[in-house]
């Protein structure tokens, strides 16, 4: 599968999902090859189209309303945020698989540090024992993915203390710096996560 890698460094929400779209309908009309975006954002808070808003218990920044699946996450300076714009259906990957493979994309990486990551059945995204370390959230349309993945590497987590994040209750969210003791280089977890994207897509 060939891929464009666009790293945008830091980027706002709204801007980043302006050039997924646009990426997703090139893709669509077979204009483009499949694309993984990363970035960090900007200060927000983003809701998956069924999300519960009282969720959200402390607007401290920026609320956006989004159409990936999941509750409300934050994003922010320090988490590594990874969206591959896929064509599915043309490389007949089915969601289910896909979501699969991205958890594995996950998991991959944080082995490199010599965590134990898992996913719960019951729970979405990937976990250090009780606590989440990375969330998942996607949207696909004509077979082709938009959103993706994001991974506290350095991350503020009390801005996750302003909401029950993706809607589980009573959730210990964490970081690569928080479970290591040390602080991670960035540059670094981008170069692991497009060393196993490659492998595993």
Known sequence: ML???????????????????????????????????????????????NANTSN??????????????????YHGPGQLVAYPIINLKKNKIGVKTYVEMIEKLI???????????????????????????????????RGVTMHGLAINVNTNLTYFDNIISCGIEGVKMTSLDKELGKKIRMNDIKKSLITHFNQIF
């Open 56 to 73: 959200v218990l402390n607007r401290s920044c920026e609320i956006i309303q989004t159409q990936r699946g999941g509750d409300v996450t």
């Open 107 to 141: 998991s991959n990486i944080l082995l490199d540090y010599g965590l134990k990551p898992h996913v719960p059945m019951k729970e979405t995204g990937v976990w250090i024992e009780d606590r989440k370390i990375a969330s998942i959230g996607i949207h696909v349309s």
């Open 3 to 49: 891929f464009n890698i666009q790293d945008l460094q830091q980027l706002n929400y709204k801007d980043t999902l302006k050039i997924q779209q646009d990426l997703r309908e090139k893709i669509a009309l077979n204009k483009s090859d499949d694309s993984l975006i990363i970035v960090e954002h900007d200060h927000v808070y983003t809701l998956g189209k």
